[in-house]
């Protein structure tokens, strides 16, 4: 995607690749809003990757029943929803607000995985019934620094995770 990338309105069903089942944003940053993310599949976020991607926002989107394969490997199977990473330079938040995630599922973050440097804001958002086979059955946090991840005025209900964190893990 380009720095003026929008994508609104959209409903994505059954999208299927590694790096983000339905939308890939790489070194770039972009507004995704009003747009349904059903059934996707990918290795690192099931419907959308951010990578190197601050300054992008989602908003009044639905991740519904997306996924990473079902095995355990922490590298490649987080988020099963969203995954956000940069692990190197100054990047702009990355905004999530008025979501809902529910029924996602990934081996790490059954909806969000997040690493690196790139801050992530998430806020009045609804996470129900996620999961992931280890850590953070709603949420995933890896960040380095502290700080980097903030979640504000969230509900988390019926996530559940095989290891640690039912519905956060940072």
């Not at 099931?46 to 490997?73: R, S």
């Amino acid at each position: 995607t380009g720095p003026a990338t929008r994508i609104e309105g959209f409903t994505i069903t059954g999208g299927s690749e590694f790096d983000g089942g339905a939308v890939k944003v790489q070194s770039s940053r972009a507004t995704l809003r009003d747009c349904r993310f059903v059934d996707c599949q990918g290795g690192t976020g099931g419907a959308v990757n951010l990578a190197f991607a601050g300054g992008t926002t989602i908003e009044d989107c639905v991740f519904l029943g997306n996924f990473t394969p079902p095995v355990i490997d922490p590298f490649f199977i987080q988020g099963g929803a969203l995954y956000v990473s940069g692990n190197s330079g100054t990047h702009p938040p990355v905004r999530v607000r008025r979501c809902t995630f529910q029924g996602n599922t990934a081996g790490d973050g059954g909806a969000v995985h997040s690493n690196g440097v790139v801050p992530v804001f998430v806020s009045h958002c609804i996470f129900r019934d996620n999961g992931a086979l280890r850590w953070g059955g709603a949420i995933q946090n890896r960040s380095w620094n502290p700080g980097v991840f903030t979640l504000d005025d969230c509900l988390l209900v019926g996530n559940t995770a095989g290891d640690d964190g039912g519905a956060v893990y940072s």
